[in-house]
């Protein structure tokens, strides 16, 4: 089965990755946090990965050929709703094309999270 980019991430925290090609995997990802089991992820098709360490590259491999759209979609809207707790993300409807979601969740965050507020205290 073939794995779709990009991928997305959701650590123990509950805030989301995306690495948007294969050869980035190694690059955006530590070991120690695939050594540790960090992250839930899912390809574009909302296939559940499985992350794994092979002569010190990490190795993407799906988990099974069932797909968990709905999982995916709740941890990206969890990921919006935990970094902007004053600003409830909600999603114009509950859309297939999950890259789009993302993106509008990142925007959102980018205008309401913690950090922006905080970079605008000093402007």
């Known amino acids: 089965m073939e794995i ?3 991928i997305f991430l959701s650590d123990r925290e509950g805030f989301m990755h995306k690495i948007d090609k294969e050869e980035k995997v190694s690059i955006e990802l530590e070991l120690i946090d695939i050594k540790d089991n ?3 992820a899912w390809d574009s098709n909302g296939i559940p990965l499985t992350l ?4 010190n590259a990490i190795i993407v491999l799906p988990k099974s050929e069932s797909r968990e759209p709905e999982k995916l979609y709740e941890a990206i809207i969890n990921y919006a ?3 902007c ?3 409830l993300f909600i999603p114009d409807a509950k859309s ?3 890259i789009k979601l993302f993106n509008d969740v990142e925007e ?3 205008k309401n999270g913690i ?3 905080i970079r605008n205290l000093f402007k």
Do not use: G, L, M, Q
């Open 52 to 55: 794994s360490i092979a002569k």
């Open 81 to 83: 709703n935990i970094s």
């Open 38 to 40: 960090e992250y839930i």
């Open 108 to 110: 959102h965050i980018r």
């Open 85 to 87: 707790k004053r600003s």
């Open 4 to 6: 779709i980019y990009p």
């Open 115 to 117: 950090w922006y507020r």
């Open 96 to 98: 297939d094309d999950i």
